[in-house]
Protein backbone atom coordinates (compact mmCIF):
# COMPACT_ATOMS: atom_id res chain seq x y z
CA UNK A 1 0.00 0.00 0.00
CA UNK A 2 0.98 3.65 -0.48
CA UNK A 3 1.44 6.20 1.87
CA UNK A 4 -1.10 8.56 1.80
CA UNK A 5 -0.36 10.98 4.76
CA UNK A 6 3.51 11.61 4.66
CA UNK A 7 5.51 13.84 7.43
CA UNK A 8 8.76 14.74 5.78
CA UNK A 9 11.86 16.10 8.17
CA UNK A 10 9.47 18.15 9.73
CA UNK A 11 10.87 20.49 12.68
CA UNK A 12 9.48 23.28 14.94
CA UNK A 13 10.96 25.43 17.60
CA UNK A 14 9.71 27.87 20.16
CA UNK A 15 11.71 30.04 22.37
CA UNK A 16 13.60 28.18 24.22
CA UNK A 17 12.17 24.82 23.20
CA UNK A 18 13.00 22.67 19.66
CA UNK A 19 9.64 21.08 20.12
CA UNK A 20 9.89 19.02 17.03
CA UNK A 21 13.20 18.22 15.00
CA UNK A 22 13.37 16.25 11.77
CA UNK A 23 10.13 14.09 11.97
CA UNK A 24 9.67 11.99 9.33
CA UNK A 25 6.56 9.11 8.62
CA UNK A 26 4.07 8.13 6.66
CA UNK A 27 0.49 6.68 7.19
CA UNK A 28 -1.35 4.52 4.71
CA UNK A 29 -4.76 5.18 3.12
CA UNK A 30 -7.85 4.05 5.77
CA UNK A 31 -5.33 3.82 8.74
CA UNK A 32 -5.72 5.02 12.09
CA UNK A 33 -1.97 5.99 13.27
CA UNK A 34 -1.54 6.41 16.52
CA UNK A 35 0.57 9.27 17.89
CA UNK A 36 2.23 9.21 21.67
CA UNK A 37 4.76 10.49 23.59
CA UNK A 38 5.72 12.04 27.24
CA UNK A 39 3.72 15.63 28.27
CA UNK A 40 5.48 18.23 25.70
CA UNK A 41 7.14 15.60 23.23
CA UNK A 42 5.65 17.35 20.45
CA UNK A 43 2.35 15.85 19.75
CA UNK A 44 -0.26 18.85 19.68
CA UNK A 45 2.78 20.92 17.75
CA UNK A 46 2.72 18.27 14.90
CA UNK A 47 -1.18 18.12 14.70
CA UNK A 48 -1.08 22.32 14.85
CA UNK A 49 1.34 22.01 11.89
CA UNK A 50 -0.93 19.60 10.03
CA UNK A 51 -4.07 21.50 10.71
CA UNK A 52 -2.56 24.58 8.95
CA UNK A 53 -2.62 26.62 12.39
CA UNK A 54 0.86 26.99 12.84
CA UNK A 55 3.80 26.72 10.27
CA UNK A 56 6.85 24.12 10.60
CA UNK A 57 10.00 25.58 10.37
CA UNK A 58 11.03 23.28 8.27
CA UNK A 59 10.06 19.77 6.61
CA UNK A 60 7.11 19.08 3.90
CA UNK A 61 3.60 17.34 4.76
CA UNK A 62 2.33 15.40 1.67
CA UNK A 63 -1.41 14.23 0.82
CA UNK A 64 -2.18 11.37 -1.44
CA UNK A 65 1.05 12.30 -3.57
CA UNK A 66 0.63 16.05 -3.29
CA UNK A 67 3.20 17.85 -1.41
CA UNK A 68 1.42 20.82 0.24
CA UNK A 69 2.21 24.18 1.12
CA UNK A 70 -0.58 25.40 3.13
CA UNK A 71 -0.12 28.78 4.93
CA UNK A 72 -3.51 28.83 7.26
CA UNK A 73 -6.61 26.38 8.88
CA UNK A 74 -8.70 27.04 5.21
CA UNK A 75 -5.80 26.06 3.36
CA UNK A 76 -5.58 22.74 5.50
CA UNK A 77 -9.48 22.21 5.28
CA UNK A 78 -9.46 22.50 1.69
CA UNK A 79 -7.19 20.14 1.13
CA UNK A 80 -9.02 17.81 2.92
CA UNK A 81 -7.54 18.06 6.45
CA UNK A 82 -9.66 18.14 9.98
CA UNK A 83 -8.07 18.51 13.56
CA UNK A 84 -9.87 17.73 16.42
CA UNK A 85 -7.29 19.63 19.13
CA UNK A 86 -6.97 18.59 22.74
CA UNK A 87 -8.42 22.01 23.69
CA UNK A 88 -11.82 22.54 22.35
CA UNK A 89 -12.45 24.56 19.73
CA UNK A 90 -16.43 25.32 19.56
CA UNK A 91 -18.24 28.70 20.19
CA UNK A 92 -19.90 28.20 24.00
CA UNK A 93 -22.66 30.77 23.20
CA UNK A 94 -23.77 29.48 20.13
CA UNK A 95 -26.00 26.73 19.93
CA UNK A 96 -24.75 23.46 18.61
CA UNK A 97 -26.41 23.14 15.40
CA UNK A 98 -24.88 26.72 14.53
CA UNK A 99 -21.38 24.90 15.74
CA UNK A 100 -22.00 22.20 13.04
CA UNK A 101 -22.78 24.66 10.69
CA UNK A 102 -19.99 27.48 11.18
CA UNK A 103 -18.29 23.95 10.24
CA UNK A 104 -19.80 22.66 7.26
CA UNK A 105 -20.01 26.11 5.58
CA UNK A 106 -17.24 27.63 6.75
CA UNK A 107 -17.33 30.25 3.61
CA UNK A 108 -21.21 31.45 3.90
CA UNK A 109 -22.23 34.39 5.89
CA UNK A 110 -26.05 34.21 4.58
CA UNK A 111 -29.07 33.68 7.01
CA UNK A 112 -29.62 30.36 8.07
CA UNK A 113 -33.64 29.08 8.38
CA UNK A 114 -33.30 27.92 11.75
CA UNK A 115 -35.97 25.59 11.38
CA UNK A 116 -33.99 23.85 8.65
CA UNK A 117 -30.48 23.60 10.15
CA UNK A 118 -32.30 22.16 13.45
CA UNK A 119 -33.90 19.56 11.57
CA UNK A 120 -30.62 18.44 9.27
CA UNK A 121 -28.48 18.78 12.31
CA UNK A 122 -30.94 16.36 14.40
CA UNK A 123 -30.87 14.15 11.78
CA UNK A 124 -27.13 13.76 11.19
CA UNK A 125 -26.10 13.64 15.02
CA UNK A 126 -28.96 10.60 15.42
CA UNK A 127 -26.99 8.92 11.56
CA UNK A 128 -23.75 9.43 13.70
CA UNK A 129 -25.44 7.76 17.09
CA UNK A 130 -24.51 11.10 19.04
CA UNK A 131 -27.11 12.17 21.43
CA UNK A 132 -26.84 15.75 22.08
CA UNK A 133 -29.80 18.26 21.17
CA UNK A 134 -29.04 20.48 18.66
CA UNK A 135 -30.44 23.62 19.70
CA UNK A 136 -29.00 23.39 22.56
CA UNK A 137 -26.45 26.24 23.82
CA UNK A 138 -22.46 24.63 23.46
CA UNK A 139 -21.92 26.27 27.02
CA UNK A 140 -24.52 24.38 28.74
CA UNK A 141 -23.07 20.92 27.86
CA UNK A 142 -20.88 18.87 29.28
CA UNK A 143 -17.25 18.56 28.51
CA UNK A 144 -17.95 15.20 27.02
CA UNK A 145 -20.80 16.13 25.54
CA UNK A 146 -18.77 19.44 23.62
CA UNK A 147 -16.25 16.91 22.59
CA UNK A 148 -18.78 14.46 20.58
CA UNK A 149 -20.00 17.55 19.10
CA UNK A 150 -16.60 18.45 18.21
CA UNK A 151 -16.28 15.31 16.59
CA UNK A 152 -19.45 15.36 14.63
CA UNK A 153 -18.46 18.31 13.39
CA UNK A 154 -15.42 16.45 11.88
CA UNK A 155 -17.62 13.15 10.68
CA UNK A 156 -19.86 15.38 8.66
CA UNK A 157 -17.22 17.05 6.41
CA UNK A 158 -16.12 14.21 5.00
CA UNK A 159 -12.62 15.03 5.74
CA UNK A 160 -9.49 12.68 4.23
CA UNK A 161 -7.30 13.42 7.06
CA UNK A 162 -8.80 13.65 10.46
CA UNK A 163 -6.21 13.84 13.46
CA UNK A 164 -8.04 13.93 16.87
CA UNK A 165 -5.53 15.20 19.88
CA UNK A 166 -6.59 13.32 23.03
CA UNK A 167 -10.51 12.56 22.13
CA UNK A 168 -11.77 10.55 24.78
CA UNK A 169 -9.67 12.38 27.76
CA UNK A 170 -13.69 13.85 28.77
CA UNK A 171 -15.54 10.70 27.51
CA UNK A 172 -17.99 8.40 29.58
CA UNK A 173 -17.29 4.92 28.59
CA UNK A 174 -20.50 5.24 26.28
CA UNK A 175 -19.39 7.92 24.21
CA UNK A 176 -15.64 6.34 23.43
CA UNK A 177 -17.50 3.39 22.01
CA UNK A 178 -19.72 5.74 19.68
CA UNK A 179 -16.21 7.71 18.76
CA UNK A 180 -14.50 4.67 17.75
CA UNK A 181 -17.48 3.22 16.07
CA UNK A 182 -17.26 6.40 14.19
CA UNK A 183 -14.12 5.61 13.48
CA UNK A 184 -14.04 2.10 12.44
CA UNK A 185 -16.71 3.57 9.79
CA UNK A 186 -14.57 6.55 8.77
CA UNK A 187 -11.51 4.11 8.52
CA UNK A 188 -13.60 2.00 6.04
CA UNK A 189 -14.28 4.99 3.54
CA UNK A 190 -10.17 5.32 3.54
CA UNK A 191 -9.91 8.23 5.75
CA UNK A 192 -6.61 8.28 7.56
CA UNK A 193 -6.89 8.97 11.16
CA UNK A 194 -4.08 10.41 13.68
CA UNK A 195 -4.95 9.34 16.92
CA UNK A 196 -3.22 11.29 19.95
CA UNK A 197 -3.87 9.32 23.25
CA UNK A 198 -2.16 8.97 26.77
CA UNK A 199 -4.27 5.57 27.05
CA UNK A 200 -2.47 2.04 25.27
CA UNK A 201 -5.72 0.44 25.69
CA UNK A 202 -6.89 2.76 22.78
CA UNK A 203 -4.18 2.80 21.17
CA UNK A 204 -3.81 -0.89 20.47
CA UNK A 205 -7.83 -1.21 19.92
CA UNK A 206 -7.78 0.80 17.30
CA UNK A 207 -4.69 1.94 15.77
CA UNK A 208 -2.69 0.36 12.57
CA UNK A 209 0.35 1.70 13.23
CA UNK A 210 1.87 4.28 15.87
CA UNK A 211 4.96 6.64 15.98
CA UNK A 212 5.78 7.66 19.40
CA UNK A 213 7.69 11.05 20.10
CA UNK A 214 10.52 11.85 22.58
CA UNK A 215 11.72 15.20 23.50
CA UNK A 216 10.57 16.39 20.35
CA UNK A 217 12.47 13.82 18.39
CA UNK A 218 11.44 10.39 16.91
CA UNK A 219 11.79 7.82 19.15
CA UNK A 220 9.92 4.86 17.28
CA UNK A 221 8.01 4.23 14.36
CA UNK A 222 5.93 1.20 14.11
CA UNK A 223 4.28 0.05 10.64
CA UNK A 224 2.75 -2.79 12.28
CA UNK A 225 1.30 -1.90 16.20
CA UNK A 226 0.39 -5.58 16.22
CA UNK A 227 4.07 -6.86 16.32
CA UNK A 228 5.02 -4.56 19.19
CA UNK A 229 4.17 -4.61 23.11
CA UNK A 230 3.06 -2.22 25.65
CA UNK A 231 5.66 -2.61 27.77
CA UNK A 232 8.28 -2.19 24.73
CA UNK A 233 6.39 1.34 24.28
CA UNK A 234 6.63 2.37 27.17
CA UNK A 235 10.04 2.23 27.66
CA UNK A 236 9.94 4.11 23.90
CA UNK A 237 8.06 7.22 25.21
CA UNK A 238 10.09 7.56 28.91
CA UNK A 239 13.39 6.37 27.61
CA UNK A 240 13.17 4.13 30.85
CA UNK A 241 11.96 0.92 31.90
CA UNK A 242 9.17 1.64 34.16
CA UNK A 243 8.50 -1.67 35.63
CA UNK A 244 5.57 -0.82 38.63
CA UNK A 245 3.55 2.53 37.91
CA UNK A 246 1.93 2.01 41.17
CA UNK A 247 4.51 1.42 43.94
CA UNK A 248 1.93 1.25 46.63
CA UNK A 249 3.10 -0.19 49.45
CA UNK A 250 1.51 -0.96 52.98
CA UNK A 251 1.39 2.43 54.86
CA UNK A 252 0.38 2.42 58.89
CA UNK A 253 -3.30 4.24 59.41
CA UNK A 254 -3.70 6.23 62.02
CA UNK A 255 -6.92 7.48 63.67
CA UNK A 256 -9.92 8.72 61.62
CA UNK A 257 -9.51 11.85 59.91
CA UNK A 258 -12.76 12.27 58.18
CA UNK A 259 -16.10 11.66 58.77
CA UNK A 260 -19.22 11.93 56.60
CA UNK A 261 -22.44 11.07 57.97
CA UNK A 262 -25.42 10.38 55.70
CA UNK A 263 -24.46 13.20 53.44
CA UNK A 264 -27.27 13.75 51.00
CA UNK A 265 -27.76 16.39 48.16
CA UNK A 266 -29.80 17.12 44.98
CA UNK A 267 -27.37 14.13 42.67
CA UNK A 268 -27.43 11.88 45.62
CA UNK A 269 -30.44 9.76 45.42
CA UNK A 270 -29.36 7.81 49.05
CA UNK A 271 -27.26 9.68 51.56
CA UNK A 272 -23.77 8.92 51.56
CA UNK A 273 -21.98 7.76 55.09
CA UNK A 274 -17.91 7.04 55.48
CA UNK A 275 -14.83 7.77 57.14
CA UNK A 276 -11.09 7.62 56.22
CA UNK A 277 -8.65 7.29 58.15
CA UNK A 278 -5.17 9.64 58.39
CA UNK A 279 -2.57 7.97 56.48
CA UNK A 280 -5.51 6.23 54.07
CA UNK A 281 -5.91 6.61 50.29
CA UNK A 282 -9.12 6.06 49.10
CA UNK A 283 -10.30 5.41 46.22
CA UNK A 284 -14.08 6.47 44.82
CA UNK A 285 -14.48 4.26 41.19
CA UNK A 286 -17.52 4.65 38.74
CA UNK A 287 -18.15 4.95 35.26
CA UNK A 288 -18.42 8.41 34.71
CA UNK A 289 -21.72 10.40 35.85
CA UNK A 290 -22.00 7.41 38.97
CA UNK A 291 -21.90 10.58 41.67
CA UNK A 292 -18.73 10.79 42.37
CA UNK A 293 -17.48 14.18 41.58
CA UNK A 294 -20.90 14.99 42.79
CA UNK A 295 -20.33 13.26 46.40
CA UNK A 296 -17.13 15.10 45.98
CA UNK A 297 -18.78 18.64 45.22
CA UNK A 298 -20.94 18.53 48.24
CA UNK A 299 -18.31 16.96 51.19
CA UNK A 300 -16.66 19.91 50.31
CA UNK A 301 -19.47 22.54 50.47
CA UNK A 302 -18.92 23.66 46.31
CA UNK A 303 -22.68 22.26 45.83
CA UNK A 304 -25.10 22.89 48.34
CA UNK A 305 -26.37 19.90 50.96
CA UNK A 306 -29.61 19.22 51.74
CA UNK A 307 -28.78 17.05 55.23
CA UNK A 308 -25.72 15.11 56.77
CA UNK A 309 -22.66 15.76 58.70
CA UNK A 310 -18.81 16.37 57.81
CA UNK A 311 -16.45 16.06 60.85
CA UNK A 312 -12.35 16.27 60.53
CA UNK A 313 -10.58 15.19 63.54
CA UNK A 314 -14.21 15.33 65.22
CA UNK A 315 -14.96 18.55 64.89
CA UNK A 316 -17.99 19.91 62.50
CA UNK A 317 -17.13 21.18 59.32
CA UNK A 318 -19.71 24.22 58.49
CA UNK A 319 -21.32 22.81 55.11
CA UNK A 320 -22.02 24.58 51.70
CA UNK A 321 -18.83 26.85 51.84
CA UNK A 322 -15.66 25.78 50.31
CA UNK A 323 -14.20 28.95 51.84
CA UNK A 324 -15.21 27.37 55.31
CA UNK A 325 -14.10 23.54 54.18
CA UNK A 326 -10.41 24.83 53.20
CA UNK A 327 -10.04 26.52 56.88
CA UNK A 328 -11.22 23.22 57.95
CA UNK A 329 -8.30 21.77 55.94
CA UNK A 330 -10.36 20.04 53.91
CA UNK A 331 -9.30 21.18 49.70
CA UNK A 332 -11.16 19.72 46.96
CA UNK A 333 -8.47 19.73 43.50
CA UNK A 334 -11.41 19.24 40.52
CA UNK A 335 -11.56 17.00 37.66
CA UNK A 336 -12.24 19.80 35.18
CA UNK A 337 -8.70 21.61 36.33
CA UNK A 338 -8.20 24.02 33.09
CA UNK A 339 -11.70 25.49 33.29
CA UNK A 340 -11.18 26.01 36.64
CA UNK A 341 -7.39 26.70 37.75
CA UNK A 342 -5.43 28.16 34.92
CA UNK A 343 -4.03 31.77 35.46
CA UNK A 344 -3.17 32.92 32.56
CA UNK A 345 -0.40 35.26 31.66
CA UNK A 346 1.09 34.60 35.21
CA UNK A 347 4.54 32.12 34.86
CA UNK A 348 4.46 28.42 35.93
CA UNK A 349 5.75 29.09 39.56
CA UNK A 350 3.43 31.70 40.08
CA UNK A 351 0.18 29.47 38.71
CA UNK A 352 1.78 26.72 41.71
CA UNK A 353 2.63 29.27 44.41
CA UNK A 354 -0.44 30.98 44.67
CA UNK A 355 -2.12 27.80 46.52
CA UNK A 356 -5.90 27.03 46.59
CA UNK A 357 -6.54 28.77 49.75
CA UNK A 358 -5.13 31.97 48.89
CA UNK A 359 -6.98 31.47 45.11
CA UNK A 360 -10.22 32.06 46.70
CA UNK A 361 -8.86 35.53 48.38
CA UNK A 362 -8.85 38.80 47.29
CA UNK A 363 -5.28 39.41 47.69
CA UNK A 364 -4.05 37.57 44.39
CA UNK A 365 -1.05 36.62 43.93
CA UNK A 366 1.72 36.88 47.26
CA UNK A 367 5.01 35.24 45.95
CA UNK A 368 7.29 35.10 48.75
CA UNK A 369 10.39 33.46 48.23
CA UNK A 370 9.43 30.21 50.06
CA UNK A 371 6.77 29.65 47.97
CA UNK A 372 8.77 30.13 45.06
CA UNK A 373 11.33 27.57 46.22
CA UNK A 374 8.24 25.05 46.78
CA UNK A 375 6.82 26.24 43.72
CA UNK A 376 10.37 24.72 41.92
CA UNK A 377 10.18 22.08 44.25
CA UNK A 378 7.08 20.84 42.65
CA UNK A 379 7.86 21.63 39.04
CA UNK A 380 10.80 19.41 38.90
CA UNK A 381 9.09 16.44 40.80
CA UNK A 382 6.23 16.46 38.63
CA UNK A 383 8.56 16.90 35.53
CA UNK A 384 7.37 20.00 34.24
CA UNK A 385 8.85 20.22 30.73
CA UNK A 386 9.67 23.59 30.34
CA UNK A 387 12.50 26.18 29.81
CA UNK A 388 12.05 28.03 32.45
CA UNK A 389 9.78 28.67 35.88
CA UNK A 390 9.23 31.75 34.77
CA UNK A 391 7.62 30.75 31.49
CA UNK A 392 3.67 31.84 30.94
CA UNK A 393 1.67 28.75 31.87
CA UNK A 394 0.10 29.36 28.39
CA UNK A 395 2.99 28.33 26.41
CA UNK A 396 2.53 25.03 28.28
CA UNK A 397 1.51 21.41 26.70
CA UNK A 398 -1.73 20.18 28.05
CA UNK A 399 -0.48 17.75 30.02
CA UNK A 400 1.77 20.02 31.59
CA UNK A 401 -0.51 22.82 32.48
CA UNK A 402 -2.24 19.83 34.14
CA UNK A 403 0.70 18.86 36.04
CA UNK A 404 1.28 22.98 37.49
CA UNK A 405 -2.33 23.01 38.53
CA UNK A 406 -2.29 19.88 40.59
CA UNK A 407 1.47 20.82 42.07
CA UNK A 408 -1.03 24.28 43.50
CA UNK A 409 -2.91 21.27 45.66
CA UNK A 410 -0.21 18.89 46.38
CA UNK A 411 1.78 21.53 47.62
CA UNK A 412 -0.51 22.99 49.62
CA UNK A 413 0.93 23.22 53.81
CA UNK A 414 -1.47 22.36 56.70
CA UNK A 415 -3.56 20.63 54.93
CA UNK A 416 -5.58 17.44 56.14
CA UNK A 417 -8.05 15.80 54.07
CA UNK A 418 -7.58 16.01 50.08
CA UNK A 419 -9.84 15.43 47.65
CA UNK A 420 -8.55 15.02 44.35
CA UNK A 421 -10.47 14.33 41.33
CA UNK A 422 -9.12 12.44 38.26
CA UNK A 423 -5.38 13.28 39.47
CA UNK A 424 -3.90 11.89 36.09
CA UNK A 425 -6.09 12.68 33.19
CA UNK A 426 -3.98 13.85 29.96
CA UNK A 427 -0.67 13.26 31.93
CA UNK A 428 1.90 10.87 30.49
CA UNK A 429 2.73 7.55 32.25
CA UNK A 430 6.06 8.51 33.73
CA UNK A 431 4.17 11.78 35.62
CA UNK A 432 1.71 9.24 36.61
CA UNK A 433 3.97 7.44 39.36
CA UNK A 434 5.76 10.94 40.50
CA UNK A 435 2.21 11.76 41.21
CA UNK A 436 1.43 8.63 42.91
CA UNK A 437 4.49 8.99 44.50
CA UNK A 438 3.38 12.21 46.04
CA UNK A 439 -0.02 11.11 47.32
CA UNK A 440 1.95 8.60 49.40
CA UNK A 441 3.95 11.08 50.74
CA UNK A 442 1.05 13.12 51.37
CA UNK A 443 -0.78 10.26 52.96
CA UNK A 444 2.55 8.90 55.09
CA UNK A 445 2.50 12.23 56.78
CA UNK A 446 -0.80 12.34 58.33
CA UNK A 447 -3.55 13.35 55.26
CA UNK A 448 -6.36 11.51 54.62
CA UNK A 449 -7.42 11.49 50.78
CA UNK A 450 -9.79 10.60 48.46
CA UNK A 451 -8.81 9.73 45.05
CA UNK A 452 -11.86 9.73 42.21
CA UNK A 453 -10.95 8.07 39.10
CA UNK A 454 -12.73 6.36 35.90
CA UNK A 455 -9.38 4.42 35.34
CA UNK A 456 -10.02 0.86 37.27
CA UNK A 457 -6.37 0.09 37.20
CA UNK A 458 -5.48 3.33 38.81
CA UNK A 459 -7.76 2.94 41.47
CA UNK A 460 -7.18 -0.65 42.44
CA UNK A 461 -3.18 0.31 41.70
CA UNK A 462 -3.28 3.13 44.72
CA UNK A 463 -6.03 3.06 47.05
CA UNK A 464 -6.08 0.99 50.31
CA UNK A 465 -10.09 1.00 49.98
CA UNK A 466 -12.52 1.80 47.17
CA UNK A 467 -15.87 2.60 47.50
CA UNK A 468 -17.52 1.96 44.22
CA UNK A 469 -20.09 4.37 43.31
CA UNK A 470 -23.77 3.73 40.47
CA UNK A 471 -26.23 5.89 39.70
CA UNK A 472 -25.64 8.23 43.08
CA UNK A 473 -25.75 5.26 45.23
CA UNK A 474 -22.71 3.10 47.17
CA UNK A 475 -23.15 0.18 45.22
CA UNK A 476 -19.79 -1.61 47.58
CA UNK A 477 -17.19 -0.59 49.61
CA UNK A 478 -13.65 -2.76 49.06
CA UNK A 479 -10.80 -3.04 51.29
CA UNK A 480 -7.01 -3.74 49.28
CA UNK A 481 -6.86 -7.30 50.03
CA UNK A 482 -10.77 -8.22 48.12
CA UNK A 483 -9.50 -5.95 45.00
CA UNK A 484 -11.31 -8.19 42.34
CA UNK A 485 -11.33 -6.02 39.26
CA UNK A 486 -14.49 -8.34 37.73
CA UNK A 487 -16.41 -7.55 40.76
CA UNK A 488 -15.63 -4.02 40.69
CA UNK A 489 -16.69 -3.38 37.64
CA UNK A 490 -19.83 -5.42 38.01
CA UNK A 491 -20.85 -3.16 40.67
CA UNK A 492 -19.64 -0.19 38.41
CA UNK A 493 -22.31 -1.27 35.96
CA UNK A 494 -25.89 -0.02 35.93
CA UNK A 495 -27.25 -3.14 34.49
CA UNK A 496 -25.95 -5.89 36.44
CA UNK A 497 -27.08 -8.17 34.17
CA UNK A 498 -24.74 -7.17 31.00
CA UNK A 499 -21.75 -7.11 33.89
CA UNK A 500 -18.54 -8.70 32.06
CA UNK A 501 -19.70 -8.06 28.43
CA UNK A 502 -19.13 -4.28 29.00
CA UNK A 503 -15.91 -3.01 29.34
CA UNK A 504 -14.43 0.51 30.24
CA UNK A 505 -11.73 2.52 29.49
CA UNK A 506 -8.02 1.52 30.30
N1 LIG B 1 3.34 28.74 21.99
C1 LIG B 1 4.37 28.14 22.58
N2 LIG B 1 5.40 28.84 23.09
C2 LIG B 1 6.45 28.23 23.69
N3 LIG B 1 6.55 26.89 23.83
C3 LIG B 1 5.55 26.15 23.34
C4 LIG B 1 4.41 26.72 22.70
N4 LIG B 1 3.59 25.71 22.34
C5 LIG B 1 4.18 24.57 22.73
N5 LIG B 1 5.37 24.82 23.34
C6 LIG B 1 6.31 23.82 23.86
O1 LIG B 1 6.55 22.83 22.88
C7 LIG B 1 6.72 21.55 23.49
C8 LIG B 1 5.78 20.56 22.83
O2 LIG B 1 4.44 20.84 23.23
P1 LIG B 1 3.18 20.01 22.73
O3 LIG B 1 1.99 20.78 23.11
O4 LIG B 1 3.36 19.67 21.30
O5 LIG B 1 3.30 18.69 23.62
P2 LIG B 1 2.34 17.40 23.66
O6 LIG B 1 3.16 16.23 23.21
O7 LIG B 1 1.09 17.65 22.94
O8 LIG B 1 2.10 17.23 25.23
P3 LIG B 1 0.75 16.86 26.08
O9 LIG B 1 0.74 15.37 26.21
O10 LIG B 1 1.03 17.48 27.41
O11 LIG B 1 -0.44 17.44 25.40
C9 LIG B 1 6.49 21.75 24.96
O12 LIG B 1 7.73 21.86 25.60
C10 LIG B 1 5.75 23.07 25.04
O13 LIG B 1 6.00 23.73 26.26
MG1 LIG C 1 -0.86 17.91 23.58
Known amino acids: MMAFLEFSNISKGYPGVQALSDISFSVEKGAVHGLMGENGAGKSTLIRI ?33 VIHQELQLVPELTVAENLWLGRFPARSGII ?45 DARVIALDEPTSSLSSRES ?68 IWGWRERALGETRLTV ?29 AGRSEMARLLYGADSRSGGTVSIDGETVAPNDPKRSINAGMVLCPEDRKFEGIIQGR ?23 KE ?25 SGGNQQKVILGRWLSEQGIKVLVIDEPTRGIDVGAKSEIYEILYELASSGMAI ?13 SDRIMVMCEGRVAADVPRAAFDERAILTAALPDKSTAGANSIQE
Do not use: W
Open 177 to 244: EVLFAMIEKLKAKGTVILYVSHRLDEIFRLCDSMTVLRDGKLAANHTRLADTSRSQIISEMVGREISN
Open 372 to 396: SALADTYIAKLRVRTPSARQDIVNL
Open 261 to 289: DQLSGAKLPEPISFSVRKGEILGFFGLIG
Open 450 to 462: IVISSELPEVMGI
Open 50 to 82: LSGDQPADTGTITIDGQAQNYRSVRDAFNAGVI
Open 113 to 157: DRRTLMDTVRKRLDEIGIDVDPSAKVATLSIGARQMVEIAKAVML
Open 347 to 369: SIRENIAISSRRHFSPMGILNTR
